[in-house]
């Protein structure tokens, strides 16, 4: 289903177990190195000991089953298709615009978002995936060990950043302040995609800053592409009878 683009790339390990196949490929970006993990399931533990190839490593996972060939379109007809993609052609990434994928829990947000940063790997960008609550306490690993500067600049120039599920748990306070940062930082550089499953409005509520949520979401959506999710739940279609 994506079109698939050859770069010369530094293998580092290609691993097969009972989870899955595993491929490990690294290459120097900026001052850090990056692994890409593709179509995989990843084992309980990879420590960074274990590949050794550098001290920051920035990896991107997927769950393997994340594709847009088992995506069930007719589930949620009215889904704009088409949007979907000429996003997975990876254009977006090459203009330097972003996406945001909105609707209620299981309407397959996630899903879509991993599928396209499948199709944006195989077309030879790299790629760093994170849940937002990860994504802010990994960041806040990095204030404790003074290691921030290295770690957002990291996050701030990787060609395309995931950003799932924004506003599925509690975030930290100072939640607003630094998304905004990431988002200013890649504003017409690199690209976004934001997964929320709360609607826009509730953004400034949800972070308690409505002028940093305003500043954000005027970056986000002035060279974005909105998907609307939705509404009716994959979960619900599949939980089991009571």
């Known amino acids: 289903m994506c079109r698939r683009t050859e770069r010369s ?3 580092v390990a290609s691993l ?11 290459f120097r970006y900026s001052s850090a190195w990056d692994l890409e993990i593709l179509r995989t399931k990843v084992p309980e533990k990879v420590s960074s000991d274990a590949i050794n ?4 490593l920035v990896p991107v996972t997927f769950q393997v089953d994340r594709t847009l060939d088992n995506f069930d379109f007719t589930f949620n007809p009215k889904m704009n298709r088409s949007l979907v993609f000429d996003l997975a052609t990876a254009a977006f990434i090459n203009k330097r615009e972003d ?7 299981g309407t397959g947000k996630s899903h879509l ?6 199709c944006a790997i195989q077309q030879g960008y790299k790629v760093l ?3 937002t609550h990860i994504l802010l306490d990994e960041l806040a690993d990095a204030v404790a060990g003074a290691t921030r500067k290295e770690y957002m600049e990291s996050v701030a120039t990787v060609p395309l950043l995931i950003i799932d599920d924004f506003g599925m748990r509690k ?15 890649r504003y017409e550089r690199f690209s976004t ?6 609607p826009v409005e509730d953004w400034g509520k949800l972070l308690g800053d409505v002028a940093a949520v305003s500043a954000m979401l005027d970056r986000l959506l002035h060279h974005g592409h909105v998907l609307k999710c939705g509404p009716r739940s994959w979960r619900t279609k599949t939980a089991p009878a009571s």
């Not at 097969?16 to 690294?26: N, V």
């Not at 996406?99 to 829990?105: H, I, S, T, W």
């Not at 978002?113 to 499948?118: S, T, V």
């Open 129 to 131: 995936y994170r849940e």
């Open 171 to 185: 975030l930290p306070h100072t939640a607003a302040e630094d998304l905004l940062e990431i988002i200013m930082r």
């Open 99 to 105: 996406a945001l994928f909105l609707g209620p829990g």
């Open 193 to 198: 995609l934001l997964t929320s499953n709360r």
């Open 53 to 56: 190839v550098a001290p920051v």
């Open 9 to 11: 790339r530094l293998t």
């Open 16 to 26: 097969i177990g009972r989870s899955g196949f595993l491929a490990l490929r690294a």
């Open 113 to 118: 978002a991993q599928a396209i940063g499948q």
